[in-house]
């Protein structure tokens, strides 16, 4: 008989109604149309009402926290403390990308397992610890002690308890220094974008505090190569229709001798052009049917006047204009054509990421199997309890017998 495990009740199966699932002290309603912090808010205080904040499965699973660092010597040491603090049975990695200081010798002195990746950028790093290393669950978080690691368990029981495949920590900070305006615009306008393009489910796309699945981590292509893999990691989530979800974190400003390796224009304008890449290769036809309305108005706004000129005289006496906007008119053709015949090779390319993303066991199953051997045990022991019960005493009686 298939024995459910206690450990994978859902979120919206336990709480099928957040506002009959909590106290009348405690009732609530969640504003769809609200901003996206409102919203996170009211999701984790109704958590916290039905007792969802921390996961018992959190001492079940194998986790691994992956910390990528170019010279963050003063910091990664505490952040590796502060983590082993947090998740005592997770494992700790630290992935030294080039740097010019001890980052290396001080991660490994506070108890990380440290590793080097040669090629440079955060992109190359994410590929790298998302091939080598073999967990259930991955909590992502830079070396830099900006983000709050007391909020890793919540991170990791929300994506246990809604099955999710990956959980952000949505940063929440009333410091200037910690989020820059250039920086606070930016992330906004991209976020936008993404969700415009691709779907709304996130208030802060950028942010590098993360927890992943494995079958997450295992189908993840990971073609960025620098601060443009977390606009990758968002967009794959969203384009194999993923469980997602964000839990709200404190975010501070960096320690006096950590200099932050983000440039606001070079970094801004790479992952525009990132944005750009993803909506070609998945949204062809939204990306192509743009450039094809693009040309063809064009060309009608070029040509308007040679049509009313000829209608009313008989006449084409601006041939080379004629001449552009027909050429215009075939590319606008051509443009929307090609975007349909792309439309079906990204179905397909779809379709191949979503059968190696099932390929993976998921991680409910694993905890399932985990519960229905506990249970399989513990009624093998009562079992052979039943049919041999231990005998007090007598071993009393065989020693006297001597």
């Not at 018992?56 to 040491?77: F, K, M, Q, W």
């Not at 900006?146 to 909020?151: K, W």
């Not at 990956?166 to 820059?180: D, F, H, L």
């Not at 209608?311 to 050429?327: E, H, K, S």
Request: positive net charge.
């Amino acid at each position: 008989m298939r024995v459910q495990t206690r450990f994978f009740t859902t979120a919206w199966q336990r709480v099928p109604d957040w506002n009959k699932a909590a106290q009348p002290e405690t009732r609530m309603s969640i504003d769809h149309t609200a901003d996206i912090h409102a919203r996170i808010a009211a999701a984790d205080a109704a958590l916290r009402a039905v007792g969802q904040q921390h996961s018992p499965a959190l001492r079940h699973v194998d986790i691994a926290v992956l910390i990528p660092c170019y010279n963050e010597a003063s910091t990664v040491g505490d952040v590796v403390k502060s983590f082993r603090v947090a998740l005592p049975n997770a494992r700790i990695y630290v992935y030294d990308n080039n740097s010019h200081d001890n980052t290396a010798a001080v991660a490994r002195e506070a108890g990380a397992i440290v590793r080097r990746e040669p090629l440079q950028g955060k992109g190359h790093v994410v590929r790298r610890m998302f091939s080598d290393i073999e967990a259930d669950v991955y909590v992502m978080v830079d070396g830099d002690a900006t983000y709050d690691a007391a909020a890793a368990p919540r991170l990791v029981s929300r994506l246990l308890e809604t099955q999710a495949d990956m959980v952000v920590g949505a940063r929440i900070t009333s410091e200037k220094e910690a989020y820059r305006a250039g920086h606070r615009f930016g992330n906004q306008m991209l976020t936008g974008l993404v969700s415009w393009i691709f779907g709304d489910r996130f208030g802060d796309m950028l942010s590098g505090y993360r927890a992943f699945s494995r079958r997450f981590a295992k189908s993840y292509p990971a073609l960025a190569s620098g601060f443009e893999t977390e606009t990758e990691l968002t967009v794959h989530a969203l384009e194999l229709d993923m469980i997602t979800a964000e839990v709200q974190t404190a975010y501070g400003a960096r320690r006096v001798g950590s200099v932050s390796k983000l440039s606001t224009v070079k970094d801004g304008f790479r992952i525009l052009a990132t944005i750009g890449r993803l909506m070609r290769d998945e949204r062809p036809l939204m990306f192509f049917g743009a450039i094809s309305g693009f040309v063809m108005l064009t060309a009608l706004g070029l040509g308007a006047p040679v049509i009313f000129e000829y209608f009313g005289t008989g006449l084409v006496p601006r041939f080379p204009t004629a001449f552009l906007c027909g050429t215009l008119a075939v590319l606008s053709c051509i443009s929307l054509v090609s975007g349909v015949i792309l439309e079906t090779v990204a179905l397909g390319r779809r379709e191949m990421k979503r059968l190696a993303y099932n390929q993976v066991e998921s991680l409910a199953a694993k905890l399932e199997r985990f519960e229905e051997t506990r249970l399989t045990l513990t009624s093998l022991r009562s079992q052979a309890l039943a049919e041999n019960p231990p005998v007090y005493g007598a071993g009393k009686q065989r020693r006297r017998a001597h």
